[in-house]
């Protein structure tokens, strides 16, 4: 059992026998009446995202969930095919569970799958991986490294603003948490 107390940003629980994950959280107290957590909580088996308030000290189920490793191999008709490192079965997840993690999926990155009863239901990406630019507008005489950025397209499609001397064909390192340019890999 999970308390309120206990609540921080990513942490899991369970409600009518749905896993969530705690996306924001606040906790108050009013100045009459008693303390309540503010949360905002997604729902890790349909992606959609609900409010919700917990009255201080109330209690949460802790749902069972399992960690897979696994590598990305494709997407297709049904979905994003996984294939389980240990055992060699291929999983697939629906577009609605990867979500926007598809931003940085390449074939044979290895990430964790969560399983809740068996089902796969959601993917979590490492911090951090390379991708190639597709496209981008070559730099200006004049431009400065320093302020300012130009948006770059990566093989993915994903679509994120980098400093002025980053050209076509580059690797960037990109954090997946924020969507942002770390840095060009040599």
Same mark, same amino acid.
């Given at each position: 059992?999970?308390?309120?107390?206990?609540?921080?940003?990513?942490? +899991?629980?369970?409600?009518?026998?749905?896993? +969530?994950?705690?996306?924001?959280? #606040?906790?108050?107290?009013?100045?009459?009446?008693?303390?309540?957590?503010?949360?905002?909580?997604?729902?890790?088996?349909?992606?959609?995202?609900?409010?919700?308030?917990?009255?201080?000290?109330?209690?949460?189920?802790?749902?069972?969930?399992?960690?897979?490793?696994? #590598?990305?191999?494709?997407?297709?008709?049904?979905?994003?095919?996984?294939?389980?490192?240990?055992?060699?079965?291929?999983?697939?997840?629906?577009?609605?569970?990867?979500?926007?993690?598809?931003?940085?999926?390449?074939?044979?990155?290895?990430?964790?799958?969560?399983?809740?009863?068996?089902?796969?239901?959601?993917?979590?990406?490492?911090?951090?991986?390379?991708?190639?630019?597709?496209?981008?507008?070559?730099?200006?005489?004049?431009?400065?490294?320093?302020?300012?950025?130009?948006?770059?397209?990566?093989?993915?499609?994903?679509?994120?603003?980098?400093?002025?001397?980053?050209? #076509?064909?580059?690797?960037?390192?990109?954090?997946?948490?924020?969507?942002?340019?770390?840095?060009?890999?040599?």
């Amino acid at each position: 059992m999970i308390s309120t107390n206990e609540f921080k940003k990513g942490v +899991y629980i369970e409600l009518d026998g749905v896993p +969530y994950q705690i996306v924001e959280f #606040q906790h108050v107290k009013p100045g009459k009446g008693n303390s309540f957590t503010r949360t905002r909580i997604k729902n890790l088996v349909t992606g959609n995202t609900i409010d919700r308030t917990f009255k201080s000290g109330e209690r949460c189920e802790e749902p069972e969930l399992e960690t897979k490793r696994m #590598q990305y191999l494709y997407k297709d008709g049904n979905g994003y095919q996984f294939l389980d490192l240990e055992s060699y079965e291929q999983a697939a997840l629906e577009e609605a569970s990867v979500g926007d993690n598809k931003n940085y999926l390449t074939e044979n990155l290895e990430i964790e799958v969560l399983y809740f009863r068996n089902r796969p239901i959601t993917v979590e990406l490492p911090n951090f991986v390379q991708l190639a630019i597709t496209y981008c507008e070559p730099a200006v005489k004049g431009d400065t490294v320093s302020g300012g950025g130009k948006p770059a397209t990566l093989s993915t499609g994903l679509v994120i603003s980098v400093p002025y001397h980053i050209k #076509q064909g580059d690797l960037l390192k990109v954090d997946t948490r924020t969507g942002e340019y770390v840095e060009k890999v040599k």
